[in-house]
């Protein structure tokens, strides 16, 4: 045990070094790799819309982003493409219990999720096998920090149930935008 | 004597660490010629807008979210959040006549990606969508 307390400055050396010696990361294998599940999440993420005029459809899904509390970050109409993100709080009520519990039990603060950033990119596409078609594909995304100000999360946004409520939102859009409401 | 044993071994793991952390400015691991021979690939078309509109959906399919895009400039970024984070920028520009030239540079957290692999998934991965076979320019 005393040996072990002796040898405590060379262990944390050792440590360091290997630490250090991992300076350089490398990307994971399949980062860029197109997954099986890539298809599924292409058809979740897309809706097509019987119309040709794809500035309309780009305008009134900036509309649902902005019904959705999102600000436009950016924009370009010619190649069907508006970007916008959203600030919000990241608390949940169960990390803050456990947060508490720890607190009483052992004295430690315990860092919870604080802040989160959504960001979503919605990209239209007129349909080149079906003419007067155009799809429009969204893809949300987000990072959390956590009290300390760390990033505890960040993650690619993929709930199916969160694309048939952006899609049902849009298209009651596109039906207000097309009779002027 | 361990005292001094310790502060060897970490001063040997720095050593091949940086020392001026602006030399990362300019900083490559890879020649510019060699980058780019890696980073691009030549395809038969002229169109640079369906171009352009392909490799977003190929960004979207990587499950990237669009960051920015200019038809003009022919710029598109993305990044794909996956407990890491990965920013990608695909530039498109005219070769020659006939074809198109498709460069994309990407980093991985706070590296640089200058391994060919995750360029020739990319690759491969926008081939498919644009019918069209990705040519390497040397």
């Not at chain 1, 405590?8 to 294998?29: D, F, G, H, M, R």
């Amino acid at each position: 045990m005393l040996k072990t307390f002796i040898n405590l400055p060379l262990i944390i050396a050792v440590v360091t070094s290997l630490a250090l010696s991992a300076c350089q990361e490398t990307i994971p294998k399949e980062a860029l790799q197109l997954s099986p599940k890539s298809l599924e999440q292409r058809q979740a993420q897309t809706r097509r819309f019987q119309t040709a005029a794809e500035a309309s459809l780009l305008s009134a899904s900036a509309a649902v982003l902005q019904d959705l509390g999102f600000n436009i970050d950016e924009g370009e109409s010619a190649l069907g493409v508006i970007v916008g993100s959203k600030d919000r709080d990241a608390t949940e009520a169960g990390q803050v219990a456990g947060a508490v519990v720890m607190a009483i039990l052992f004295g430690v603060a315990t860092p919870v999720d604080d802040k989160q950033k959504i960001r979503a990119s919605i990209v239209t596409r007129p349909q080149e096998d079906e003419n007067g078609w155009t799809a429009v594909r969204i893809t949300f995304q987000r990072v959390v920090w956590n009290t300390n100000g760390q990033v505890s999360r960040s993650e690619a946004l993929t709930e199916p149930e969160l694309y048939q409520e952006f899609f049902s939102k849009l298209s009651k859009s596109v039906f207000l935008e097309a009779h002027e409401i | 004597m361990r005292r001094y044993l310790t502060c060897l071994i970490v001063l040997a793991a720095l050593a091949g660490c940086q020392t001026d952390s602006r030399d990362q400015v300019l900083a490559t691991s890879k020649s510019q010629i060699e980058l780019r021979s890696i980073q691009t690939r030549a395809f038969d078309t002229q169109d640079k807008e369906q171009t352009l509109r392909t490799v977003m959906a190929t960004l979207q399919d990587l499950n990237f979210v669009i960051d920015k895009a200019d038809a003009v400039l022919g710029t598109v970024s993305g990044t794909k959040l996956d407990g890491y984070q990965m920013r990608m920028t695909v530039t498109v520009r005219p070769r020659g006549e006939s074809q198109l030239l498709v460069r994309a540079n990407a980093q991985y957290n706070i590296y640089p990606v200058e391994d060919p692999e995750p360029y020739q998934q990319f690759f491969a991965a926008l081939e498919r969508s644009m019918f069209l076979t990705a040519q390497n320019v040397d």
